[in-house]
C-alpha cells in the first residue's frame, strides 16, 4: 500500500466511505484528493473539446498531470474497496492514452468497471474520474473529477424494493468537483463519457443536493415575489435542506423509471432522431406528473407508512413548485423544452381556475391541486395511448395542438397555421418550429426579470452553500 494510501486509511472513522480524521478534517480538504483534483484542474486547459490534446508540446506537462492523477486513483483504490476495480481500470486508461499520444480519450474499460447501482448504500461515497461532457454545464470531453455520495434513505430503499423498482437509479450528491460541475450540470449519466463503443448502460446518477438545493432557493425568491402564502409543509421543505434532498430522490426514482413505462409511442425520445423540442417537454412533464400522481395516491393508501407519507406529500409541492417557478424561467428559450413543461404546468392550473393570478398577487385553491395536475397528466398519457396507432408526424402534430390549447404560440408560428411541408419528409417540420414556439407569458416575463439574479446564484450550487 503507498504512503498516500495508508494515510487515508489510517483516517477512516467507522465505514471507509466517511472518510474523516480524528480531527474531523474530511477527504475533501486533504490529499491525495486535492492533488489528483489539482492535476486534472491543469490538465483541462490542454484538452480541446473532442478531449485530445492536439498540441505536442503540452504533452511532456500532460504526461506530468497523468502521472499524477494515477497515483491519486491507485491510492483511493484500497480505501474505496467498492470502486477498487473501476480505480484500477481508469488508472489503466489514462496511462493508455498518454503512451498513446493523448488522442481523443478512450475509457470504455474504466466506465464498464464502475457499477455504483450494484450497492446502493446510504452515505457511500465514490470518486469519479472521466473525460466527459457535463449536461448543462459544458459539450466538451474534458477530465473532470468527482467525490460524490449515495442518498438511499431506509423509505427510498423500501419504494424501489417494491413497487417502483428502478435497478439503474443512484441519487447522489456532491462532495467536491471540478470546474465543468460548477455549472448548472446535476446529473452524471455514463453517455456522456468518452469511449471506443456504445456499452448497454446499467446506472444514470443524479444530484439531489443540488436539485434540492436550487429548488429551495428559488422558490423562497419567487414566493415571495407572488406574495404566496405557502403552506407549512412546503415551508418545511423549504427551511430543511436534508429532507428537501430525500424528497427530491423519492421524486427522481419515480420520474426516472416512467421513461420506460406506460402506453409509449414506441420509445418516447426517439433515440438519436431529430423531432421538435416540445415532444420532450411533454415527456418530462408525464414522467413528472406520474411522480406527483404517484405521490398522492402512497399519501391517501391506508398501508402507507409515516415517514413515507409526509415525503409523498412534500413530493406534490417539490414537483409543482419546481415546475412553475424554476423550469420555466430557467436556462435560454432556444427551445428551453423544460421550460415549456413549466409554462405549460401554470398555465393549466390557471385556465382550470385553480391558480390564480389577482391584485398582484398569486393564489393557489389546495384542496382542487391534485385533482388538476392528475388531469393534465391524462392528457399526455392520452396522447401517448392514441399515438401507437398514428404516423410519427401525426403524432407531432396531435403533441402541438395539446400544447397550443393551453399556451399561445408565436404570432409568427408556421405550426400555429399549419404552414408545414405536409407532404416532405418529417425533417421540415422540426425545421419549421420556431426557437421559441411558446413565449413566455406578460406574467413569466415579469417574474423572470424579477428573479433573473437569483437564477443566475443557483450555478455550481450544492447542499453545501
Known sequence: MSHAASAIRSAIVGEPEVLEDGAGTPIESREPWLGLKAAVSALRPLQVHDGSIPNSTDHSDARALVTTIVEGLHAFAPVFPHDAAYLTAAAVDFERWADHGFLIPDFFDSLAAFQPQRDRVDRRR????????????????????????????????????????????VPIRFVDFTDGYDTNS??????????????????????????????????????????????????????????????????????????????????????????????????????????????????????????????????????????????????????????????????????????????????????????????????????????????????????????????TPHPASLWATRDLPLDGPPKGFTDAVLPDEFPLSMFYEALSKKMADVIESTAGLTGRD
Open 186 to 407: 446535476a446529473v452524471l449519466f455514463p453517455e456522456t463519457i468518452a469511449m471506443r463503443a456504445v456499452p448497454t448502460f446499467t446506472w444514470g446518477a443524479i444530484f439531489a443536493d443540488r436539485e434540492a438545493a436550487r429548488f429551495r432557493r428559488v422558490v423562497r425568491e419567487a414566493s415571495a415575489i407572488t406574495k404566496l402564502d405557502l403552506p407549512a409543509d412546503a415551508t418545511r421543505l423549504l427551511d430543511d435542506q436534508h429532507l428537501a434532498e430525500e424528497t427530491f430522490v423519492m421524486w427522481d426514482l419515480i420520474h426516472d423509471r416512467t421513461h420506460m413505462r406506460g402506453d409509449l409511442p414506441f420509445d418516447p425520445f426517439m433515440i438519436k432522431q431529430r423531432m421538435p423540442y416540445f415532444l420532450y417537454s411533454l415527456e418530462e412533464l408525464r414522467c413528472d406528473l406520474t411522480a406527483y400522481r404517484e405521490a398522492v395516491r402512497l399519501e391517501l393508501a391506508e398501508d402507507t407508512d409515516g415517514v413515507t407519507r409526509d415525503h409523498a406529500k412534500l413530493v406534490q409541492y417539490a414537483v409543482l413548485f419546481d415546475r412553475i417557478f424554476r423550469f420555466a424561467i430557467t436556462g435560454s428559450r432556444v427551445r428551453n423544452y423544460d421550460g415549456v413543461g413549466g409554462q405549460l404546468l401554470f398555465a393549466w392550473l390557471h385556465q382550470h381556475h385553480v391558480l390564480h393570478w389577482t391584485d398582484t398577487r398569486l393564489t393557489i385553491d389546495w384542496a382542487d391541486v391534485p385533482q388538476a395536475v392528475i388531469a393534465l397528466g391524462r392528457e399526455i398519457e392520452d396522447l401517448y395511448w392514441r399515438s401507437t396507432d398514428r404516423p410519427k408526424t401525426a403524432h407531432w402534430l396531435a403533441a402541438y395542438e395539446l400544447v397550443s390549447k393551453t399556451l
Open 126 to 169: 465514490h470518486l469519479v474520474v472521466f473525460p466527459m461532457y457535463t449536461q448543462n454545464g459544458s459539450t466538451d470531453r474534458l477530465i473532470e473529477a468527482v467525490l460524490v455520495e449515495v442518498i438511499w434513505p431506509e423509505f427510498v430503499a423500501a419504494l424501489e424494493a417494491g413497487d417502483y423498482s428502478n435497478a439503474m437509479f
